[in-house]
């Protein structure tokens, strides 16, 4: 499928913007990293704040795709699935993440883009409430209960549980600047996940197992795709 002229320009953007900071890039770096003169930009996006405008919608169109079908209970966990509820949990963590992974320059500080955009701020709540949403149903899923609303400490877990996938991207490569991005989503997925163990009673060894194994597995596999 041939990449239109816009679609172009905005991942251009988004490549610069992850790289050297959105703060440190304006509409003629991106004009330049293209090839093209800024006016031939501009009769695309009228400037800076526009590609922003822009990347931020797509990202949210995006992401609003992913996590729509989890948002309502039972959501991603149906009675015909062929995973456990944690391979479940794990596998979508992993694209959602790997999504925002695509526009991490949000994420380094969105408080302070929220000030800025109007319209991204009401987007960034809007998908905050989704991923509170996603993590209170794979919570629900993985801590037993008598019911998900009867279990008292589910509101604590669920917002512990969407920090940390909020929070991630910008926490990581602090500590780990060299790793790679694989290992940064992997390392985020473990950690969201590990907020349900201290829940779980007799089960949480068991259950800290089979996330560290799965860690493992993905690990591996992305080490070694062909074997």
């Known amino acids: 499928m041939t990449v239109t002229t816009p679609e172009h320009i905005l991942a ?32 695309h996006f009228k400037g800076k704040e526009a ?43 992993t694209v959602v993440l790997e999504k925002m992974l695509e526009y991490r320059y949000l994420y380094d500080n969105p408080r302070g883009v929220m000030a800025r955009f109007n319209d991204i701020d ?51 490569p602090i500590l780990n600047p060299q790793d790679a991005e694989t290992l940064l989503v992997h390392r985020g997925v473990l950690q969201i996940l590990s907020h349900c163990a201290p829940y779980l009673g007799s089960e949480q060894r068991n259950f800290y197992n089979v996330c560290e194994q799965l860690y493992q597995q993905m690990v591996d596999e992305e080490a070694h795709p062909l074997d």
């Not at 900071?21 to 090839?35: H, Q």
């Not at 309502?72 to 015909?80: A, I, R, V, W």
């Not at 987007?123 to 019911?147: D, S, T, W, Y």
């Open 122 to 172: 009401r987007g960034f709540r809007r998908l905050l409430k989704m991923k509170q949403k996603v993590c209170n149903n794979i919570a629900a899923e993985l801590i037993p209960a008598q019911g998900a609303l009867a279990h008292p400490q589910l509101s604590t877990v669920t917002d512990t549980m969407t920090l940390c996938m909020n929070c991630w991207l910008s926490y990581d």
């Open 12 to 43: 251009t953007a988004r490549h610069l913007f992850n790289s050297r900071g959105e703060g440190s890039v304006t509409a003629s770096d991106v004009a330049l990293e293209l090839g093209i003169s800024t006016g031939n930009l501009y009769y």
């Open 51 to 93: 590609l922003h405008l822009a990347l931020f919608a797509k990202l949210q169109r995006e992401m609003i795709v992913l996590m729509g079908p989890a948002v309502q209970p039972p959501g991603l966990f149906t009675t015909d699935r062929t995973t456990t509820a944690i391979e479940t949990s794990w596998l979508f963590l």
